[in-house]
């Protein structure tokens, strides 16, 4: 069996064991599609095409379908606290199905309506896991995978390194995709080595030319260290990947006395990562778009170390590729 050939390369019926992550707000159809065409699999932040890229999720999904017929997946956040929320998400991933998305990624709460949606049309969902209780209770669910998100991850980060996570969750039966700190062939290679059916890059693929964010984000990636990485609670209420700038300095790390009691009470807790989420979605939006100097807020993860320049999609899912084929020969 080749070495490309994996449990994910069969349930996602893509080439290349890589996945480019969603990216809310980074993830725009050109870099998805540009992902999908070079044998991987490009994931759709339905979020990132309606608030960032000017475009509805219909347009967003049509421009992909346009540049690539190939396999492509689609990240569902399923939160629950607004009904509106959930309703514009039940018909995006309707939307979806009848564009012939068939894998699908689910984060943070209960994943079984998207099962049932899923299944019922021949699809997969993997399921995003810092630790093994949310994986035993996505499984229960009716998850098909998991995507186990270590302490290195941009965006929303684990505590735990790539190769804990893959200890504990290796006995659930079910194929596991390693993401974080993925920035080089090397670290991916590594990752597979260890039983990991893929990768899931999230960073690695913000420094691409197809891309669409500001060329200040695109260079602070390309010149940080991983010491530059630094993880704050300030933006969603749970701990989130960010390079360090002058904004962050003086926003600070940590969520004030009465947010994190407002977060830790089961009552208010939604509430409060909504008001949160509301308050960053603008944010990382402008700063991502537009490069705001001294207002910028850019999410990375520590795979920065292994990013040193922009290079188109293709060619990272090309080098990725080879360098894994490489190991057989
Ligand atoms: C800027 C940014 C935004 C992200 N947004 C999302 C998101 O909307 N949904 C999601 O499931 N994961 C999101 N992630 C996580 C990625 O899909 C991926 O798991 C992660 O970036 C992997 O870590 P890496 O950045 O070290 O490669 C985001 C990551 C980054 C860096």
């Known amino acids: 069996m080749s070495a490309l050939e994996t449990d994910f390369t069969r349930d996602a019926g893509v080439e290349v064991p890589l996945i480019c992550g969603a990216m809310y707000p980074c993830s725009n159809p050109e870099l998805v599609a540009a992902v999908s065409e070079a044998g991987a699999l490009g994931v759709i932040q339905p979020l990132s095409?309606?608030?960032?890229?000017?475009?509805?999720?219909?347009?967003?999904?049509?421009?992909?379908?346009?540049?690539?017929?190939?396999?492509?997946?689609?990240?569902?956040?399923?939160?629950?606290?607004?009904?509106?929320?959930?309703?514009?998400?039940r018909r995006w991933i309707d939307e979806a199905l009848e564009a012939d998305?068939?894998?699908?990624?689910?984060?943070?709460?209960?994943?079984?309506?998207?099962?049932?949606?899923?299944?019922?049309?021949?699809?997969?969902?993997?399921?995003?896991?810092?630790?093994?209780?949310?994986?035993?209770?996505?499984?229960?669910?009716?998850?098909?995978?998991?995507i186990c998100v270590n302490r290195r991850a941009g965006g929303h980060a684990g505590a735990l390194q790539p190769k804990e996570l893959f200890e504990d969750m290796s006995g659930l039966g079910?194929?596991?995709?390693?993401?974080?700190?993925?920035?080089?062939?090397?670290?991916?290679?590594?990752?597979?080595?260890?039983?990991?059916?893929?990768?899931?890059?999230?960073?690695?693929?913000?420094?691409?030319?197809?891309?669409?964010?500001?060329?200040?984000?695109?260079?602070?990636?390309?010149?940080?260290?991983?010491?530059?990485?630094?993880?704050?609670h300030r933006l969603s209420g749970v701990p989130c990947s960010v390079i360090r700038t002058p904004m962050i300095d003086r926003l600070g790390t940590e969520a004030g006395p009465v947010a994190r009691w407002l977060l830790k009470n089961r009552k208010t807790r939604h509430w409060m990562r909504t008001l949160y989420t509301l308050k960053s979605i603008r944010g990382l939006k402008r700063s991502s778009r537009e490069g705001l100097g001294n207002k910028d807020v850019y999410q990375a993860g520590k795979s920065v170390a292994g990013i040193h320049e922009v290079l188109p999609a293709a060619q990272i899912v090309r080098s990725f590729r080879d360098a894994l084929t490489a190991k057989e020969s």
């Open 174 to 232: 079910v194929p596991l995709v390693c993401a974080g700190g993925i920035g080089s062939e090397e670290e991916y290679v590594e990752a597979l080595k260890m039983g990991y059916s893929a990768c899931q890059l999230g960073t690695r693929f913000i420094a691409t030319d197809e891309c669409a964010v500001h060329e200040t984000y695109r260079s602070a990636i390309v010149d940080a260290e991983e010491e530059d990485i630094v993880l704050t």
């Open 49 to 89: 095409f309606a608030y960032v890229h000017g475009k509805s999720f219909a347009e967003g999904l049509k421009r992909v379908r346009d540049l690539t017929s190939k396999p492509v997946g689609f990240n569902a956040i399923v939160e629950k606290s607004v009904k509106a929320y959930e309703d514009r998400m």
């Open 101 to 146: 998305v068939r894998f699908f990624v689910t984060a943070l709460g209960n994943p079984r309506w998207v099962c049932e949606a899923v299944h019922s049309a021949g699809g997969v969902v993997y399921h995003d896991v810092t630790e093994k209780k949310w994986a035993e209770k996505a499984l229960a669910e009716g998850v098909d995978g998991l």
